[in-house]
């Protein structure tokens, strides 16, 4: 497979029966800085919402982790992708995520990650996270429907892809 270019010329080389399949309007790269951050619903940790998934329930969304902050426990009722994209996040001190590392945690998972320096999260929530309350019984549940009403609060929820 060859790289494809974002040119007139690249477009081209498409037969006519694969052009006429392509999915339009395409859809646009949504601009992230202008998205202000807005508290989320654990202490020292802000977030933007870049998407929802009604199906799952699960959402996609930055999240911004000021330093020293240890997240509740909390349950993955779907999986969970992170990427970091600034600082440092980990459970153990052993294993220590920084820019550009990458994680899969599995539907089920129940931690409590923490970061000494800070960091930024681009996250992929497959489905609800569930805040345990120290008797381990559920706190309360955030899923696509609480961080819309979220955004919607906080007044960012017009770029929200839905």
Request: with cysteine.
């Given at each position: 497979m060859s790289?494809?270019?974002c040119t007139a010329e690249s477009q081209k080389?498409?037969?006519?029966?694969?052009?006429?399949?392509?999915t339009l309007?395409?859809?646009?790269?949504q601009k992230l800085d202008p998205i202000p951050w807005r508290p989320w619903v654990m202490d020292?940790?802000?977030?933007?919402?870049l998407s929802v998934n009604s199906r799952t329930g699960g959402f996609t969304c930055m999240l911004k982790v000021l330093p020293g902050v240890e997240a509740p426990i909390?349950?993955?009722?779907?999986?969970?992708?992170?990427?970091?994209?600034?600082?440092?996040i980990?459970?153990?001190?052993?294993?220590?995520?920084?820019?550009?590392?990458?994680?899969?945690?599995?539907?089920g998972d129940i931690h409590q990650p923490?970061?000494?320096?800070?960091?930024?999260?681009?996250?992929?929530f497959d489905g609800p996270i569930a805040g345990l309350a120290?008797?381990?019984?559920?706190?309360g549940i955030v899923d696509y429907k609480v961080m819309l009403e979220m955004a919607a609060r906080d007044g960012v929820a017009e770029g929200v892809h839905r």
């Open positions: 790289v494809m270019l080389t498409h037969g006519s029966a694969a052009r006429d399949r392509i309007p395409y859809p646009k790269f020292g940790v802000q977030y933007k919402l909390h349950h993955h009722l779907g999986a969970i992708e992170v990427m970091v994209m600034e600082g440092d980990c459970y153990e001190d052993a294993d220590i995520g920084g820019p550009g590392d990458y994680m899969f945690e599995p539907a923490r970061t000494k320096a800070g960091c930024v999260l681009f996250c992929v120290p008797d381990g019984s559920i706190a």
